[in-house]
């Protein structure tokens, strides 16, 4: 048992294996690089940095074909503690090593917990608008909402995953029918069939709008300033398996349809996933400044009022570039606008781990000071004793 002990204890405190961890980490970012061209940064990160495995489809089937972002981190980071605990013996002519490698200990760590943790969402407000809730740029979701009652709405939010065909039909409590998939384009465009032409194409739908439109199939996008919308068709079972019909939803229809089923009015979307929060933002001005004589932008702002439900925040902010808004833990930035200077696009991230960049790079760069200045004065000390 002690010799299986000392084994791993020598093979992961080896520099042979720091060294290979390091050329693979080479290897995985070079690859990466290239392959943002054609997935964009966000698909890059969950594919090649956010897994255990680089995943390759052949023949509809993933296999594993390099090791991923989160596979070399986790084991460089047992390599340093174990190296640092079993190898390494403190000593004040080592102490800047060790303030580095503990700072590269913290980067490591702190890159793990943001892949964990972080959430980022946007907030679209037009002049005047307020808003509890914003909405991711990545997932979607089909909201069922129960607006039987006029002073409250019952929403289901069903993740966009979940509607993929070849599932088994979604059962709520909270709602009194089945959805079944019958269909699902992860990117689509809907346009009405009369407008293309095509009016004795069968229909995609038997209910609402849905009837008069046609689903059009586009090919996935991975671009960064881009987006994709996706579109389902869907089949309400109650009792019995009886159809209730069949609806077309998709994040290009702006407006819910409604339906009436068990003496209860219901309303159904695909939109965007949203997060909500005991409080409201409000945009009362939006500003865009450019340079004089040209359409470039020069600055952007957004003066919002912060109300919370419970009355005890009430106050106004001036969101802009590099001076963004902190509360309840999320941090709004200004991100963009639209709407010829009437919307403005604010970007919402939640961070619980912002701070340990910030640390690890105090940490090397006190430590990579504290060893040169240890060697700088060691070698003045010889300097003068040879003198």
């Given at each position: 048992?002690?010799?299986?002990?000392?084994s791993f204890?020598?093979?992961f405190?080896?520099l042979?294996?720091?060294?290979?961890l390091?050329?693979?980490?080479i290897?995985l970012?070079?690859v990466?690089?290239?392959d943002?061209?054609?997935?964009?940064i966000?698909?890059?990160?969950e594919?090649?940095?956010r897994t255990?495995?680089v995943l390759?489809?052949i023949k509809?089937?993933?296999?594993?074909v390099?090791p991923g972002?989160?596979f070399i981190?986790g084991?460089?980071?047992?390599?340093?503690?174990?190296?640092h605990?079993?190898?390494f013996k403190?000593?004040?002519?080592k102490?800047?090593?060790q303030?580095?490698?503990?700072g590269?200990?913290?980067?490591?760590?702190?890159e793990?917990?943001?892949g964990l943790?972080?959430?980022?969402?946007?907030?679209?407000?037009?002049?005047g608008?307020?808003?509890n809730?914003s909405?991711?740029?990545?997932f979607?979701e089909?909201?069922?909402?129960d607006?039987?009652?006029?002073?409250w709405?019952q929403?289901?939010a069903?993740p966009?995953?979940?509607?993929k065909?070849?599932?088994?039909?979604?059962?709520?409590e909270r709602l009194?029918?089945r959805i079944?998939?019958?269909a699902?384009?992860?990117?689509?465009a809907?346009?009405?069939?009369?407008e293309?032409?095509?009016?004795?194409a069968p229909?995609?739908a038997?209910r609402?709008i849905?009837a008069?439109l046609?689903?059009i199939p586009?090919p996935?996008?991975?671009?960064?300033?881009?987006?994709n919308l996706?579109?389902?068709v869907?089949e309400l079972l109650g009792?019995n398996n009886?159809?209730?019909?069949?609806?077309v939803?998709?994040?290009?229809?702006?407006?819910?349809?409604?339906f009436?089923?068990?003496?209860r009015?219901?309303?159904?979307?695909?939109?965007?996933e949203?997060?909500?929060?005991?409080?409201s933002?409000?945009?009362?001005?939006?500003?865009?400044?450019?340079?004089?004589?040209t359409?470039i932008?020069?600055?952007f702002?957004?003066?919002?009022?912060?109300h919370?439900?419970d009355?005890t925040?009430?106050?106004?902010v001036?969101?802009?570039m590099?001076n963004?808004?902190?509360?309840?833990?999320l941090?709004f930035?200004?991100?963009?606008?639209d709407?010829?200077?009437?919307?403005?696009?604010l970007?919402?991230?939640?961070?619980?781990?912002w701070?340990l960049?910030?640390?690890a790079?105090?940490?090397?760069g006190?430590?990579?000071?504290?060893?040169?200045?240890?060697?700088?004065?060691?070698f003045?000390?010889?300097r003068r004793?040879s003198?």
């Amino acid at each position: 048992m002690s010799d299986l002990r000392q084994s791993f204890i020598t093979f992961f405190t080896s520099l042979r294996v720091t060294v290979v961890l390091l050329a693979l980490s080479i290897i995985l970012i070079f690859v990466a690089t290239l392959d943002q061209v054609n997935l964009g940064i966000w698909a890059v990160q969950e594919k090649y940095f956010r897994t255990f495995f680089v995943l390759w489809d052949i023949k509809g089937f993933p296999v594993p074909v390099f090791p991923g972002g989160y596979f070399i981190g986790g084991l460089l980071l047992v390599n340093l503690v174990a190296s640092h605990v079993y190898r390494f013996k403190f000593a004040w002519k080592k102490s800047g090593i060790q303030l580095t490698h503990a700072g590269l200990i913290v980067l490591l760590v702190g890159e793990l917990l943001t892949g964990l943790w972080q959430e980022e969402y946007q907030l679209r407000l037009d002049e005047g608008q307020s808003r509890n809730y914003s909405e991711s740029y990545l997932f979607n979701e089909l909201a069922v909402i129960d607006a039987t009652d006029a002073d409250w709405d019952q929403v289901v939010a069903i993740p966009e995953k979940q509607l993929k065909t070849g599932r088994d039909p979604i059962q709520h409590e909270r709602l009194p029918f089945r959805i079944a998939t019958r269909a699902y384009y992860p990117n689509a465009a809907v346009q009405l069939r009369e407008e293309l032409g095509n009016q004795s194409a069968p229909a995609p739908a038997t209910r609402d709008i849905g009837a008069r439109l046609a689903i059009i199939p586009m090919p996935m996008t991975y671009k960064q300033n881009e987006r994709n919308l996706p579109a389902a068709v869907i089949e309400l079972l109650g009792p019995n398996n009886v159809s209730l019909g069949t609806w077309v939803v998709s994040t290009m229809l702006v407006q819910p349809q409604t339906f009436d089923y068990a003496g209860r009015t219901f309303r159904i979307a695909m939109r965007f996933e949203r997060t909500y929060k005991p409080y409201s933002v409000t945009l009362l001005d939006f500003t865009h400044d450019r340079y004089l004589g040209t359409e470039i932008p020069k600055n952007f702002a957004s003066k919002v009022r912060l109300h919370s439900e419970d009355g005890t925040t009430d106050r106004e902010v001036l969101i802009y570039m590099n001076n963004p808004l902190r509360y309840d833990g999320l941090t709004f930035y200004q991100a963009g606008f639209d709407n010829n200077d009437r919307t403005t696009i604010l970007q919402v991230v939640r961070n619980p781990s912002w701070l340990l960049p910030y640390i690890a790079c105090i940490l090397m760069g006190l430590g990579l000071t504290v060893q040169f200045g240890i060697h700088l004065f060691a070698f003045v000390s010889k300097r003068r004793a040879s003198a």
